[in-house]
């Protein structure tokens, strides 16, 4: 939340950018260091004002609303009448005209339960009972509307009547009024509870068929199913309870933070299955588990012709195999781009991912010369991680090995002899990269080297005396740098 408030802040007022020029990457994520950053944006306003609006606090922990409260002393559209504010405008939705308006509208516009003098009936009675709660109307106008559709009209008011006031009741009476496909929702809510992450729709359906039925696994054919389909099992797996969402991403979730709520905080999960006990989680975690190995075991020799062998698992074959589903599984796409301009490449090589670097490389989807926002192309990033495989393929892949980078003019030989990678500069070097490469302070890559097998593979076509625009030579370099121990200044004062 404070990242998203401060990134909006400076992005609307470009002057006041200024504030991120300190500001680390590696301290991002340090709530103290972003509060920082977002006061003294704040004091740089002048006249103008700036009005927060905090939404979903009833979504955080207790200790974190009241963390946020008294930073900033005021809240956004969640009633918190037990939070002292010492200056702010409480504003309760549920007492609020419009509210109650928009209530009124949602039911006229969507309940169907026969014609217009009976739904104005029922639509009084629904919001009646609602006490205000969104959700709660939303739920049950489909369900009575179920009723309708089915030709029930005589069940239309007596189902209304049955139906809890509570949004926790109504939710219980929406998982246990019926038992078909328990197994799906059982599986459906320990999917979207104990996931790593949100699953997308097509992962969350698979994952789903990996525990129910996984004879049926096979190499997906986007013409069935569908995401009709999937859209429609999602909704029956968790009786009416999750939903896709509108993203670009289409993750599977539950509709309302509320039903998370009954099931982990109000003993939903044990009053629907008892027999879990409080051993829930954990026995969740290896359900999924199993739906994941029966993943991993589906046979794959339909992809090849059935009279190759089945590489081995190492191998770069293997690997090929999978090229094709490799953005399927990802969590990026490849247009992402993170905090700091990154492709899913830059991001692989800077978190250490080198297999995943490598299969993105190979899928021939990705720019070789893309660049992050220091200006680093993807060869760059590889030699300065020392990825010595991704540097080869990329190599091989046709990358400029003399491609300088933006904010310092620096080549890859260059950042590869920075943090004493021997093996990257022998391979850019029998490239033919060039030795003498120069960056905008006039540097070669000699003068960054600081290991003595590096100067070793440098001199060879390296000048030892070259100067920079500093007038400094490589041995004068080292030791301002402070990277001079004996051994290397005995290399170069040999070399020169």
Not at 145 to 158: C, I, P, Q, S, T
Not at 200 to 211: D, I, P, Q, T
Not at 317 to 333: G, H, P, R, S
């Amino acid at each position: 939340m404070q990242r998203s408030l401060l990134v909006q802040l400076v992005e609307r007022f470009s002057d006041l950018q200024v504030v991120l020029d300190d500001l680390k990457v590696s301290r991002i994520g340090n709530i103290d260091v972003l509060r920082d950053a977002f006061s003294m944006a704040i004091s740089r306003l002048g006249q103008r004002r700036l009005t927060c609006f905090i939404d979903a606090l009833d979504e955080c922990d207790w200790d974190q609303v009241q963390d946020m409260i008294t930073y900033f002393e005021g809240i956004g559209d969640r009633h918190y009448p037990y939070i002292h504010i010492e200056n702010g405008i409480k504003l309760t939705l549920e007492d609020q005209p419009g509210h109650g308006h928009d209530l009124e509208k949602y039911v006229r516009s969507k309940l169907r339960v026969g014609p217009k003098k009976r739904i104005e009936e029922i639509s009084g009675e629904v919001l009646q009972k609602s006490s205000g709660v969104f959700i709660w109307v939303v739920l049950v106008v489909n369900i009575l509307n179920d009723e309708f559709k089915r030709g029930r009209l005589f069940a239309v008011k007596k189902r209304l009547k049955e139906i809890p006031p509570k949004l926790n009741n109504l939710f219980k009476g929406i998982l246990t009024r019926d038992s078909h496909n328990l197994a799906d929702l059982l599986l459906c809510v320990q999917w979207i509870l104990f996931a790593k992450r949100p699953l997308r729709l097509e992962e969350f359906y698979f994952a789903a068929v990996s525990g129910l039925d996984a004879s049926s696994l096979s190499k997906w054919n986007p013409e069935e199913p569908t995401e009709e389909d999937m859209n429609r099992f999602v909704l029956s797996s968790s009786k009416g309870l999750a939903e896709v969402t509108m993203s670009k991403a289409r993750t599977v979730q539950f509709i309302h933070k509320s039903v998370r709520d009954f099931l982990l905080k109000d003993n939903g999960l044990r009053g629907l299955w008892p027999d879990l006990g409080d051993n829930f989680e954990s026995l969740s975690h290896n359900r999924l588990k199993q739906c994941c190995e029966a993943h991993i075991q589906l046979d794959i020799s339909g992809l090849i012709p059935s009279d190759q062998e089945l590489p081995k698992a190492s191998s770069y074959e293997a690997k090929t195999l999978y090229q094709d589903d490799v953005f399927v599984q990802l969590e990026y796409e490849p247009e992402f781009k993170a905090i700091t301009a990154q492709t899913p490449v830059h991001w692989a090589l800077a978190k250490g991912h080198q297999n995943l670097a490598w299969l993105l490389i190979i899928s021939n989807n990705c720019d070789l010369e893309a660049k992050d926002s220091y200006g680093l192309t993807l060869l760059s990033c590889a030699a300065a991680y020392a990825h010595v495989d991704v540097v080869k393929q990329l190599l091989e892949k046709g990358a400029d090995y003399e491609a300088k980078d933006s904010r310092n003019g620096r080549t890859p030989l260059s950042w590869a002899a920075t943090y004493g990678h021997v093996d990257v500069v022998k391979q850019l070097l029998e490239k033919g990269a060039d030795y003498e490469a120069r960056d905008s302070y006039g540097r070669t890559p000699l003068s960054y080297a600081g290991h003595v097998d590096v100067v070793k593979q440098l001199e060879k076509g390296g000048e030892c005396k070259t100067r920079d625009k500093g007038g400094q030579t490589p041995l004068s370099q080292v030791v301002a740098d402070g990277r001079g121990n004996v051994v290397i200044m005995q290399k170069f004062n040999s070399c020169s």
